[in-house]
């Protein structure tokens, strides 16, 4: 019986579209998912409405629930990994005490200071994970869908030797909007696209012989396509390609947009603290989520364009499927170092993913994703070497942060950053000569901050007209 091991499975929204996808092939109809979560009442309702999903495709897996993750694993032919360590209040963390230094954020879940301690929170898990899956279930797929993705990957390469691939549906679900933008069915146009999670570019927008690049910049000139993708779109003005992840996202990768004050933002459309809003919506969804598991509703699915399920029907299979996957990158793009985490063409079969050679990225896509390779690889050094000064560097080198603070306020930021998150952090006690802030700082209280945050998004609703 093929296995199935979902570590996080309290994220119900996830775990259910997940497993309804996976159940969708018929080879998965009777296999065993076994859901793991710290959290019993969120195990209870995301296990409960996996039940509803299989009844609804008349599917009759074994279905199990532990809080338990090496019983969850124990023989698993497939792992998929989806935990957020430290969930809302980390969150909370990641956003206010840098706002204390003058910096805002969009998302903070994949790069600069928010993604940096997201990856240092998650490592101690991966490590236990790969350690696990080494031994009870060696030839496991692990399928990543955990931000922020390039660095836990990179957790994941240099600390176990499993079987792993991340995925993300930014590719899949940017092409999608791109062939709105452009009126063109996606089966009927080809693309290429290659970088890094979340800043990976469509190299080759084609139809047939045709370019459909000077169709996208024709595009963009109608304000109503201009104004759903504001900052995707400057992108693509100055730097020649689309980008995959969002303009949300995007705004906090550079320093073009955020750092130049309220009038640009409004420009740009730039939703602040929009992750904060998202996380704080999803909690009360919950609830919602809650009843449904216990009526006697049918849960209908369909199939979303998530990777996964697909990967894992050609690894059982045999039947080849290109995706998208995360994976070191050893040569698939020419001028990426080789143990930078790319995005890249992947090929899934019985054999397990490889990537495709890409070749060369133009240089000026390099030069934007180059900074985030760098902060990847010192928060892994930082990480294996227990080293506090790559973690000062890591922020120092994200262009957001650099461009609104001095050095000696982004070492002090981490510094507190490092007190806030406290245990859920690997040790970083390693002396260097590299100078640290020399301050000490208090744990900020849970509740506090909840009841900040909340007086915060009172007075915006006030305000918006």
Not at 110 to 133: K, N, Q, S
Not at 295 to 312: F, K, N
Not at 412 to 426: K, N, Q, S
Request: with cysteine.
């Amino acid at each position: 019986m093929i296995k199935v091991a979902m570590i996080g499975a309290g994220s119900v929204v996830f775990s259910r579209n997940l497993t309804g996808d996976i159940l969708s092939f018929p080879e998965f109809k009777n296999a065993c998912f076994s859901y793991m979560d710290i959290n019993p009442d969120r195990l209870a309702v995301g296990a409960a409405l996996c039940r509803k999903i299989a009844r609804a495709l008349d599917a009759h897996p074994t279905i199990e629930a532990t809080p338990d993750r090496r019983q969850a694993l124990r023989g698993a032919d497939f792992v998929i990994n989806m935990v957020q360590i430290g969930g809302f209040d980390s969150t909370l963390v990641d956003f206010e005490i840098p706002r204390k230094y003058g910096l805002n954020f969009t998302i903070a879940d994949t790069t600069g200071p928010g993604g940096l301690f997201r990856a240092l929170r998650t490592y101690p898990l991966l490590v236990e994970l790969g350690r696990d899956m080494l031994e009870l279930c060696p030839h496991a797929l692990l399928i990543n869908y955990s931000n922020p993705m390039s660095m836990n990957m990179q957790t994941l390469a240099r600390t176990s030797g499993v079987r792993a691939v991340g995925f993300c549906h930014s590719v899949q679900g940017t092409f999608e909007q791109l062939m709105g933008y452009l009126g063109e069915k996606p089966d009927q146009v080809s693309f290429l696209c290659a970088g890094i999670n979340h800043m990976a570019f469509y190299l080759e927008l084609r139809k047939g012989d045709q370019d459909l690049y000077p169709r996208l910049f024709a595009a963009m000139e109608d304000p109503r396509i201009y104004d759903t993708n504001r900052v995707r779109f400057e992108l693509l003005r100055r730097l020649g390609y689309f980008v995959t992840e969002s303009s949300e996202h995007n705004a906090e990768y550079g320093p073009y947009f955020i750092p130049h004050g309220p009038d640009l933002i409004g420009r740009f459309a730039i939703p602040i603290d929009e992750y904060l809003k998202r996380s704080n919506d999803a909690e009360k969804e919950f609830e919602r989520w809650r009843q449904e598991a216990r009526s006697e509703t049918p849960l209908p699915h369909q199939r979303s364009h998530e990777y996964g399920s697909r990967v894992m029907h050609s690894v059982i299979t045999g039947e080849p499927h290109v995706v998208y996957g995360n994976m070191p990158n050893r040569g698939a793009i020419g001028n990426l170092s080789p143990t930078a985490i790319a995005e890249a063409p992947t090929l899934a079969d019985r054999s397990g993913l490889r990537f495709a050679v890409v070749g060369e990225l133009p240089p000026q896509l390099i030069a934007y994703v180059q900074p985030h390779v760098i902060q990847h690889e010192l928060f892994i050094q930082a990480a294996l070497r227990g080293r506090r000064d790559y973690v000062y560097q890591g922020a120092m080198f994200d262009p957001l942060t650099a461009a609104i603070l001095p050095l000696d306020k982004i070492v002090e930021m981490c510094d507190e950053l490092i007190t806030a998150h406290g245990d859920l952090l690997p040790p970083l006690r390693k002396r260097t000569l590299v100078a640290g802030s020399g301050k000490t700082f208090q744990p900020p209280n849970a509740a506090g901050l909840r009841a900040d945050y909340a007086k915060m998004a009172a007075a915006r609703k006030v305000q918006r007209p």
